[in-house]
């Protein structure tokens, strides 16, 4: 007599499952797409658009929207958490990673600060935009991205609070010492890891 197989769930990946064991601590679960804005939703035309790339050393690298889209994009599922307690799972984004922007560019800097129009600033360490961890996104649920949450691009880090998903943004400058951005300054935690739920200044 042969042993019955195995029953294998095909859906059962890693921690990706549904239940609040996803979830960070002190996050609760949203359907819908809170949108946060410390200001106006800026409007940017894509012949205006440019995303530039600064180095320590004050390299400039520039992107137009055409340059930039002809870059290789990939297809990004990820969870989202929000410093003010909504985490949403499973959203689906199009970006170009962080790596491909930063490929040949000499960095020897271990900082990123993100610019935006509109000039909202986060600061993170420059590893967290490596190695598949961080994109500029342009589509989002299939759809090119709302100027509300951000479009035409903005950054995504999906593995910090949102509040360091730069919207609307048009740079990234390296620097060799860490300087806060917007909310850093203003009491937010500057690495801001929510599995360790560093909110703010002293968590
Ligand atoms: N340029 C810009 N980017 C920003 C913000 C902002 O005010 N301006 N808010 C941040 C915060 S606090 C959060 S929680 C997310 C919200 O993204 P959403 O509006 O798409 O939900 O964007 C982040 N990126
Ligand atoms: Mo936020």
Same mark, same amino acid.
Request: glycine share 12%; aromatic share 16%.
């Given at each position: 007599m042969t042993p019955d197989p195995p029953i294998?769930?095909?859906?059962?990946?890693?921690?990706?499952?549904?239940?609040?064991?996803?979830?960070?601590?002190?996050?609760?679960?949203t359907e819908d797409f809170p949108v946060l804005s410390a200001g106006p939703?800026?409007?940017i035309r894509l012949d205006d658009w440019k995303f530039?790339?600064?180095t320590e050393s004050g390299d400039v690298r520039t992107w137009s929207?055409?340059?930039?889209?002809?870059?290789?994009?990939?297809?990004?599922?990820?969870?989202?958490h929000c410093v003010t307690r909504w985490s949403k799972l499973g959203t689906v984004w199009e970006g170009v990673s962080l790596d491909t922007l930063l490929e040949g560019?000499?960095?020897?800097?271990?900082?990123?600060? %993100?610019?935006? +129009? *509109? !000039?909202?600033?986060?600061?993170?360490p420059l590893a967290d935009l490596r190695d598949g961890k961080a994109?500029? %996104?342009?589509? +989002? *649920? !299939?759809?090119?991205?709302?100027?509300?949450?951000?479009?035409?691009?903005r950054l995504l880090v999906p593995h910090l609070y949102l509040w360091k998903s730069a919207k609307w943004i048009r740079g990234i400058t390296l620097m060799r010492k860490d300087r806060p951005g917007f909310?850093?300054?203003?009491?937010?935690?500057?690495?801001?890891?929510?599995?360790r739920e560093?909110?703010?200044?002293?968590d």
């Open positions: 294998v769930s095909p859906g059962f990946v890693g921690r990706r499952r549904a239940g609040s064991a996803t979830l960070p601590p002190g996050q609760y679960l939703t800026p409007t530039a790339l600064t929207w055409s340059e930039f889209r002809a870059l290789p994009s990939v297809s990004i599922t990820t969870d989202i560019i000499p960095a020897t800097a271990s900082f990123a600060m %993100a610019e935006s +129009y *509109g !000039g909202y600033t986060t600061n993170l994109w500029i %996104a342009f589509r +989002y *649920g !299939g759809e090119d991205l709302a100027p509300e949450h951000g479009g035409p691009a909310w850093e300054s203003l009491g937010y935690n500057n690495y801001g890891d929510p599995w560093q909110r703010y200044w002293g």
